[in-house]
Every structure is written in structure tokens, then in C-alpha cells.
């Protein structure tokens, strides 16, 4: 049965830089579409990026654009999403989800994802 799991996730000064992991098991992870999302207190789960089965990425959104990357490694069975240049209003739970789809798909609608992980805990403060 896939599972999702994120780590790395903590308390970091503005300006600094965090690297989340999202561990995929029971599935190939070649053969699954990964999203990042991440959801702040009181607001709407937001699309950060995605990384379709043959590797394209897809940025979604304008809050994170230009600060994050996002690299798979499918030995490790792996997903990682660098978050640069952090910023108090980053302070969120970040999630990763899964989706069995073709592959060039992506998509920034959570609806579209069928497996998450429980999140890991981003704060951006001084």
C-alpha cells in the first residue's frame, strides 16, 4: 500500500533554508506523480509544485516561485522540496501527495491526489 512521509521540516530564522523530504513506500516511486502542498492556519491548502512520472516539473502559484526546488531520487525513493530565502509568512504544514497517473500528468488541485502524507511543521521567525 503506498505510504507517504514527510521529514525535515523545524524552526528556522528568516532568510533561511529548509529541505523536506517525502519518502514513498509501497510503490515505485517512477511510477507516481508527487505534489507539494503546504497549508497555514486558517487558510486553504495551497499548491507549491509537482513532479510528474517522466520528471517534469510544474511550479504552481507566485508565493514560493523562484525559492524552492524540487528533485527526486528514485533510489533513495525520495522526493525533496528546498525551500530558500524563508519568510514568517512560509510558517505552514507542508504536505506531499501521491497520485497514479500517466506520465507527463500534473496538477495543482489537492483534489486530484489520493494519498498524504501527515505533514511536516515549517516556521520561518526570529
Known amino acids: 500500500q503506498l505510504q507517504l512521509v514527510e521529514s525535515g521540516g523545524g524552526l528556522v530564522q528568516p532568510g533561511g533554508s529548509l529541505r523536506l523530504s517525502c519518502t514513498v513506500s509501497?510503490?515505485?516511486?517512477?511510477?507516481?506523480?508527487i505534489g507539494w502542498f503546504r497549508q497555514a492556519p486558517g487558510k486553504e491548502r495551497e499548491a507549491i509544485s509537482c513532479?510528474?512520472?517522466?520528471?517534469?516539473?510544474?511550479p504552481y502559484g507566485t508565493s514560493l516561485r523562484g525559492r524552492t526546488t524540487i528533485t527526486r531520487d528514485n533510489v533513495a525513493s525520495a522526493v525533496y522540496l528546498e525551500l530558500n530565502d524563508l519568510k514568517p509568512e512560509d510558517t505552514a504544514a507542508y504536505y506531499c501527495?501521491?497520485?497514479?497517473?500517466?506520465?507527463?500528468?500534473?496538477?495543482?488541485?489537492?483534489?486530484?491526489?489520493?494519498?498524504w502524507g501527515r505533514g511536516t511543521q515549517v516556521t520561518a521567525s526570529s
Open positions: 509501497g510503490a515505485t516511486l517512477a511510477n507516481v506523480v
Open positions: 501527495a501521491a497520485v497514479k497517473r500517466s506520465n507527463f500528468y500534473c496538477s495543482p488541485d489537492a483534489k486530484d491526489y489520493n494519498i
Open positions: 513532479i510528474s512520472r517522466a520528471g517534469f516539473i510544474t
